[in-house]
């Protein structure tokens, strides 16, 4: 069974930092390509960024490139994604996804920007 654990989140100020993490297991990691996804309140899934099963090639939504980095760590079945300079508007849960075959995520965590 896919199990996708994300942790990480919680309330930061503007301009803050915050590092996610999601824990895999259930699949072969390493051989699968890796994504985050947000929800906004009262707002549907927006996809924020995507790395391949190698680490390389990342990519990004526009609004957060050039302020997260997502990373991942094969030997330890972990993703990350690392968020700089927080706007208000990064507020969202986010959620680990393994996107093929059927998009599976977790149960997220929530970040909380606000002064």
């Known amino acids: 069974e896919v199990q996708l654990v994300e942790s990480g989140g919680g309330l930061v100020q503007p301009g803050g930092s915050l590092r996610l993490s999601c824990e895999a297991s259930g699949f072969t990691f390493s051989s699968s390509a890796m994504s985050w996804v947000r929800q906004a309140p009262g707002k549907g899934l927006e996809w924020v960024s995507s790395?391949?099963?190698?680490?390389?090639?990342?990519t990004y939504t526009n609004s957060v490139e050039g302020r997260f980095t997502i990373s991942r760590d094969n030997a330890k079945n972990m993703l990350y994604l690392q968020m700089s300079s927080l706007k208000p508007e990064d507020t969202a849960i986010y959620y680990c996804?393994?996107?093929?075959?059927?998009?599976?995520r977790g149960q997220g965590t929530q970040v909380t920007v606000s002064s």
């Open positions: 996804v393994k996107p093929s075959p059927d998009g599976t």
């Open positions: 790395i391949n099963s190698g680490g390389r090639s990342p």
